[in-house]
Nanobody, 115 residues
Framework: QVQLVESGGGLVQPGGSLRLSCAAS????????MGWYRQAPGKQRELVAG????????NYADSVKGRFTISRDDAKNTLYLQMNSLKPEDTAVYYC????????WGQGTQVTVAS
């Protein structure tokens, strides 16, 4: 079973930027539509960005559209999320997985947006 390891989170001020990475232990993710999810305290996990096999098409939740950019490097079995103009409401643990989420969940990476 492939392992997903998220990294790149941290504490950032409103308006700041972060780049998240998701490294997979195998190339199988290259055959899937992949996404970034987030879960804020007391809320359900939600899909915020998705990318097709090969990276030809992307989709975003309205709440992050225009601020987040998802990308993938299939040669490195890695998924990325560039997050700009961060807002306090972006505070959450961020995870990667396929959509639907067929892989075991990783531990995620905490993103905290606060002044």
């Amino acid at each position: 079973q492939v392992q997903l390891v998220e990294s790149g989170g941290g504490l950032v001020q409103p308006g700041g930027s972060l780049r998240l990475s998701c490294a997979a232990s195998g190339s199988i993710i290259n055959f899937y539509y992949m996404g970034w999810y987030r879960q804020a305290p007391g809320k359900q996990r939600e899909l915020v960005a998705g990318i097709t096999r090969g990276g030809g098409s992307t989709n975003y939740a309205d709440s992050v559209k225009g601020r987040f950019t998802i990308s993938r490097d299939d040669a490195k079995n890695t998924l990325y999320l560039q997050m700009n103009s961060l807002k306090p409401e972006d505070t959450a643990v961020y995870y990667c997985n396929a959509d639907p989420s067929v892989f075991f969940w990783g531990q995620g990476t905490q993103v905290t947006v606060a002044s």
